[in-house]
Each structure stands twice: as structure tokens, then as C-alpha cells.
């Protein structure tokens, strides 16, 4: 590596997302300088100026450019062009610093492939971490890949007050980096890279990363979890990171005494609006029902924010539009209401409202997708919204997909319950039906003549 990069991170206190972006470069041997802008309202003005006007942290730079915020770095890394800013790889494009790939894929018959495990694990969530404790103590060698969220949805909780064996509660960044911990004290591997495709038509299975690495593995857990949805309005894309936000336990404190709209019915809305309120003049809960979906606990956590003054919930309303500009983020919300709800579809309706709200921030919070892209070529089963299809039932393989050998568990699945002690119970499910399968049909073909059975046997 030629002279070292200068790499500046401006971050927050309690930024799952900050935490992200240090995780990488941590990863990469990367020296970096961090400034924690919360409370400091010159250093804030400072970040803002040199990243465009955004309002976001993390804003990562190097050598005096901005590369952006956690999804930027990302997407850079997935493309491979984050380690030709640090100056990681040569002209060639081949690694200097990465010791693990040294002579990897070079070696005759090994064809493309870094590596081979008994058993590769998508995802770093709870039930990905889960599935990953209990297939070390296995001994089956788990391999987890972060994927494009790290540790999951629950990173992005404020406080876990459910999760069993916690009088207190526990924050969810806590609680994942626990897991990882133990995960990896009883052996398994933890990764960055997001699994692009899973080639099933050979055994060992093929697991093929975005940014062209190839593993190989005797058995696959689908633990990808979910990410958030958008409403896919305008200015939604267009003000991203600039007053719009998916994340309020992110970003919620860079808009301190602004009125601030929160969409969504279930408990994802309602612990957001709730958080918010530390921070927001009013809060504005947006449903496009007459009551939310949420659990009992947050519907009177809101209603005591309601009674309160902090919160004011809107019934029967959409979103149509997030106005402003990147320079001078948010300043307004277009919406529509209807009396009998779900205004959207009733436009023509004379009943139908529009108005419009004057708001610092606007946060979207109506559930999530599946992350099973990677699933779709192979002979996995997936329902219309994109979740696997398991055996289900009684007695094992409840988590068993239509191939042998690949698994699937947490809100890759779970559509319902969608809750951290579900995904870890899943997850365990999933690691002893890995084990099983790899217990039974691998080690039988191996005993045979040395190598996997064929996809139908």
C-alpha cells in the first residue's frame, strides 16, 4: 500500500449505522478519525457543510472526499471500488493487505473458490447469530455473511424490553454484539459480503458473493432477514438522508425542535414516534387507518404520548408527497385523508382531503421485504411477497426448504410473529436441521465415495 488514506467518519451517539461504517474499515486495517457530532452544534454545521447539506450520520471521507453515509460506503464496497480509494489494491486489481486470500483461489482444482465450509449462514440478526451459536457447538464450522444490514433490524432498536432474561432491557446494537461474540468464542466466522446467488444445480452448494467471491458449502441457512420498505412517493428518493429517513434512532436527533412526521400503524411506527418525542416539537403519526396494528404496549405507549401532547395521530391518512430540497432538507408534507381510510385508492372521492404539514423530518416505518433475492434461481419455494416456504409442522425439519440442504429461518420467513425471541428460536431450528442433514446425507455420500450426493437423492 502506497501512503495511507486519511479517513474521517462524522458520527452519533447510538448510531447503529456509525457503527457499520467503523466495523469496515476496522475490518480492512483502516486507521480512521471519528467526530461525534451529537450535542456539538459547531461540528454538526461542519459535517453538513462538507457533505452536501446532509443530516445524516455516518458521513464518511476520504482524503477530503465525501464518500457518503453507511449505504454509499456500502454500495462502494460491494463494487469494489472502496478499496481503490484506501489504495488497497494494486493497478491490477489485486489485493496487498488481505493475507486470508493470499494463494486462495490460485491452487490447481480449486478453481474460483475462496474457500469451503460444512455450512454458510446469510445474515448476522439474531436468528443468523442464533444459527450460527449452535452450529459451532456442532462442530460445523459456520461461515456468517454480514449482508447489507449488519446484526439486522435489531440494531436499529432503541431498547429491547422483551426479550427474555433482561429485568432491564437491553439495547438491541448491545444485544447483537453479544451474540456475536458468543457466537465466535464457540468458532464460527463472521464475514462482511452480501450473498448475491446460491447455485443449488451442484453439491456442494455454490454461494456466490456480490462482489464476485465464491464459497462452497455442504449446507445453507437463509437467515437474511428483512429490510425497510418506502412508500415510493416523490420526493421520498430525492430527500433521502437530506430529512427522510427509515432509521429514527439514526437520524432522529439531527432534527432537535422540528415538527416531524412518523408513517406507519404497527409496532415499528409506534416505537418510532415514541423515540422521537425526546426530540421533535410534535410528532405526527401518519396511519391510513382508523387504529394501529401495533401491540398493546405501544398503543399505550403512544396514547400516554398523545395524552401528553407530544404525539397527534392522523387516522385515515396517506402520505402523497415529501417536499424541500437537499440544500434545505424537508419542509413540508402533502397529504390525503378519508374518513373511511386508505385515502390513496379514494382520490376521485369528494370526500378525499389534501392538506399539508410543515415538518423538519419525515420517517417511514410500514414494515419490511424479505431479503431472499439470492434464493430466486434455485428451487427454493417463495410466496408472492418474497418469504420462504418451510416445512413447518411438528417433530424437525420445520425449517427444511424444498432443496435438501438449504434452510431457511427468521423474517426471511416469519411474516407473523416477526419478534427477536421467534427469530432466535428459529434459528436454533434451523442450525440442529443443518446438522441433521449434514449428519445424514453429506457424511453418507462422503463414506460412499468421497464426495455430495446428487440435488434429488
Not at 189 to 214: K, M, Q, T, Y
Not at 393 to 420: L, M, R, S
Amino acid at each position: 500500500m502506497t501512503d495511507d488514506p486519511r479517513v474521517e467518519i462524522y458520527t452519533k451517539t447510538n448510531c447503529p449505522y456509525c457503527e457499520k461504517a467503523e466495523a469496515l474499515f476496522d475490518e480492512k486495517g483502516v486507521d480512521y478519525v471519528t467526530y461525534n457530532v451529537t450535542g456539538d452544534e459547531e461540528l454538526f454545521a461542519e459535517m453538513k457543510e462538507r457533505a452536501d447539506g446532509r443530516e445524516t450520520a455516518p458521513e464518511v471521507f476520504v482524503d477530503d472526499e465525501l464518500v457518503g453515509g453507511w449505504d454509499d460506503t456500502h454500495a462502494l464496497e460491494e463494487a469494489g471500488e472502496l478499496d481503490e480509494k484506501l489504495g488497497l489494491v494494486t493497478d491490477g486489481g489485486s489485493e496487498t493487505s488481505d493475507e486470508d486470500r493470499a494463494g486462495g483461489g490460485d491452487a490447481a482444482g480449486e478453481e474460483d473458490v475462496v474457500e469451503h465450509r460444512k455450512l454458510v449462514v446469510t445474515g448476522t440478526g439474531i436468528a443468523a447469530l442464533t444459527a450460527g451459536i449452535y452450529a459451532a457447538r456442532s462442530n460445523n464450522d459456520p461461515l456468517l455473511f454480514e449482508g447489507d444490514e449488519p446484526g439486522g433490524q435489531l440494531t436499529l432498536t432503541t431498547d429491547v424490553e422483551n426479550y427474555p432474561g433482561f429485568p432491564e432491557g437491553i439495547s438491541g446494537p448491545d444485544l447483537i454484539n453479544d451474540m456475536k461474540a458468543q457466537a465466535e468464542r464457540f468458532g464460527a466466522d463472521i464475514e462482511h459480503g452480501v450473498v448475491e446467488a446460491v447455485d443449488d444445480s451442484v453439491r456442494p452448494f455454490r454461494v456466490e458473493l456480490s462482489n464476485g467471491d465464491v464459497y462452497t458449502a455442504d449446507a445453507v441457512i437463509a437467515a437474511s432477514g428483512a429490510s425497510a420498505r418506502t412508500l415510493g412517493i416523490p420526493g421520498e428518493d430525492e430527500l433521502m438522508g437530506y430529512g427522510v429517513s427509515t432509521c429514527a434512532t439514526c437520524d432522529g436527533a439531527f432534527f432537535r425542535g422540528e415538527d416531524m412526521v412518523v408513517v406507519g400503524g404497527g409496532d415499528a411506527a409506534a416505537e418510532e414516534a415514541s423515540f422521537l418525542t425526546k426530540f421533535a416539537d410534535t410528532v405526527y403519526l401518519v396511519h391510513r387507518r382508523d387504529e394501529l396494528r401495533a401491540e398493546d404496549y405501544w398503543e399505550d405507549r403512544v396514547q400516554q404520548h398523545v395524552d401528553d401532547g407530544d404525539i397527534q395521530v392522523l387516522w385515515n391518512t396517506e402520505a402523497v408527497e415529501v417536499n424541500g430540497t437537499p440544500e434545505d432538507g424537508v419542509s413540508d408534507v402533502t397529504l390525503v385523508r378519508h374518513p373511511e381510510g386508505h385515502p390513496t385508492a379514494k382520490l376521485d372521492d369528494e370526500a378525499t382531503e389534501q392538506f399539508s404539514l410543515n415538518v423538519g423530518a419525515f420517517f417511514v416505518a410500514i414494515g419490511h421485504t424479505p431479503n431472499t433475492e439470492y434464493l430466486e434461481d434455485t428451487g427454493v419455494e417463495l410466496d408472492d411477497e418474497g418469504y420462504i416456504l418451510t416445512q413447518g409442522g411438528k417433530g424437525g425439519g420445520q425449517t427444511k426448504t424444498d432443496v435438501p440442504g438449504i434452510f431457511g429461518a427468521g423474517d426471511v420467513v416469519d411474516y407473523h410473529y416477526q419478534q427477536a425471541v421467534t427469530a432466535a428460536g428459529m434459528g436454533c431450528k434451523a442450525a440442529i436441521d443443518a446438522d441433521d442433514y449434514l449428519e445424514g446425507e453429506v457424511s453418507a455420500a462422503a463414506g460412499e465415495g468421497g464426495e455430495a450426493a446428487p440435488a434429488d437423492d
